[in-house]
């Protein structure tokens, strides 16, 4: 049974960091480009970053281009976004996601998904 965990959400204030994890089991980890989106309320759920398989390469939405990094550990499974420089307007809740095509930034292209993890940045 596939499952992706998200954590590390919370409260923070404007200007702040926060590193998400998410952590994968009952799956071929390194098989997987690993996604983040997110979902603010009231709004679709949007594409925020991707990284390989291998770690090597990386692609991010205009939005958060320069605030945000995503890195993976394939020894353990997980996946993190770390976010610096928050704005209110990155309050949402994040969710990681598995694809098989980095290239795809489409919600339904994505395999498997978390239940997410709530960020609210206040400002």
């Known amino acids: 049974q596939v499952q992706l965990v998200e954590s590390g959400g919370g409260l923070v204030q404007a200007g702040g960091s926060v590193r998400l994890s998410c952590a994968a089991s009952?799956?071929?980890?390194?098989?997987?480009?690993m996604d983040w989106f997110r979902q603010a309320p009231g709004k679709e759920r949007e594409f925020v970053g991707v990284?390989?398989?291998?770690?090597?390469?990386?692609y991010y939405a205009d939005s958060v281009k320069g605030r945000f990094t995503i890195v993976r550990d394939n020894a353990k499974n997980l996946v993190y976004l770390q976010m610096n420089s928050l704005k209110p307007e990155d309050t949402a809740v994040y969710y990681c996601?598995?694809?098989?095509?980095?290239?795809?930034?489409?919600?339904?292209?994505?395999?498997?998904w978390g239940k997410g993890t709530l960020v609210t940045v206040s400002s």
């Open positions: 996601a598995t694809d098989r095509d980095y290239f795809s930034r489409s919600v339904r292209d994505m395999d498997y």
């Open positions: 009952g799956l071929a980890f390194r098989s997987y480009a």
């Open positions: 990284i390989n398989w291998s770690g090597d390469s990386t």
